[in-house]
């Protein structure tokens, strides 16, 4: 079976492409979060590998539970899905379209691990520094990881800043071991 990373992609090319015609990107951003969010439960994953339940049965249960939240086309984004198999790409799908909605909104998501909490002034001084490196508005997301010693760990997209001690401790132990 293909990996639903890969599944997911056109799919969620689609899903974007018409939202953005019809100025939808936040609803369907929504939708699809419930739906990947109703997916994801375990009870509901069983269902899915079930030859005993349809596609067209395991659509309406997903927009039973999804409710309001789909709108017609995203009913029929489901019934797609559900009548290739690819319910359970949901997930995949909605985190694709996330990133296509915050490239086409010129955002893009940054996670900081550092080895001690941020203040929130080294937050603001953080995120001012990488909308001027980047271009774009920053969405900055924060972790701690005690085992980076001092220093940070930047993650935006496919980039990796890796101004940790730790790094630099392997570089020098690296270096002298050559």
């Known amino acids: 079976m293909a990996d639903n990373s890969i599944i997911a992609r056109p799919y969620a090319k689609a899903a ?3 939202a953005r015609e ?16 109703v997916v994801a439960d375990p009870r509901v994953e069983e269902l899915l ?3 005993r339940v349809t596609p067209q049965e395991l659509a309406a249960l997903l927009i039973g539970i999804a409710g309001p939240q789909l709108d017609e086309e995203g009913r029929n984004f489901v019934h797609v899905l559900a009548d290739n198999r690819r319910l359970a790409a949901l997930p995949q799908i909605s985190a694709v ?8 909104e010129g955002v893009i998501d940054v996670t900081v691990t550092s080895a001690a909490p941020l203040e929130d ?3 603001a001084e953080l995120t001012k520094a990488l909308e001027r490196r ?3 508005s920053v969405r900055l997301q924060c972790a701690t990881d005690p ?15 890796d101004g940790s001690l730790r790094a630099k401790l392997e570089r020098i132990a690296y270096e002298l071991t050559v």
């Open 121 to 123: 002034s080294q937050r």
């Open 22 to 37: 019809r100025g939808r990107l936040g609803p369907w951003a929504d939708a699809l979060r419930t739906a990947a969010a």
């Open 97 to 104: 379209f996330d990133q296509l909605k915050s490239e086409a």
């Open 134 to 136: 980047l271009r774009r």
């Open 16 to 18: 974007f492409e018409e």
């Open 49 to 51: 590998g079930n030859p």
């Open 147 to 161: 085992a980076l010693i001092g220093g940070a760990v930047l993650r935006a997209g496919d980039m990796v800043i």
